[in-house]
């Protein structure tokens, strides 16, 4: 997935000011995590800065929570699976013919990858009472 150029929009996750014990917190690194997003017309790269901070006092390391995600690890935000899910559902269009048009914008989102997000989604979907209705 070709991400060079796209904007980018910064979110940095801080845990306490504190450690539990009372403890002064300082920084030993940072977890980074991207995802592909698409709002209105354009991809963009939504960058999740989460520092990784420990305790002057105890040692014990903590750091904030990644934010829940549509796909359980996966990297695609929430507004790039719906245009997903509309484009083959509404508009049949079929996952091949949306990665080729992804390629025009130098998105490398290969069809068996679209097929595993718009499988999750469905599984996701799902009622146990009832069928699914997106994805019948």
């Known amino acids: 997935m070709s991400r060079e150029g796209l904007e980018r929009r910064e979110q940095v996750l801080s845990p306490e000011e504190s450690c539990a014990c009372g403890g002064a917190l300082r920084q030993v690194g940072e977890d980074i995590t991207e995802e592909l997003e698409y ?51 509404c508009n049949h269009l079929p996952l091949d013919q949306q990665s080729k048009i992804y390629a025009r914008d ?13 499988g999750h989604i469905c599984i ?13």
């Open 39 to 89: 709002i209105i017309n354009r991809f963009v790269v939504n960058k999740v800065i989460r520092p990784r901070m420990a305790c002057k006092a105890c040692e014990r390391f903590t750091q904030a929570d990644l934010p829940s995600r549509p796909i359980k690890r996966g990297r695609p935000g929430s507004g790039l699976l719906a245009y997903i899910l509309v484009g083959k559902k």
């Open 106 to 118: 130098q998105i490398g989102l290969h069809r068996s990858t679209l097929a595993d997000w718009v």
């Open 124 to 136: 996701g979907m799902h009622n146990p009472r009832q069928p699914p209705a997106v994805c019948s």
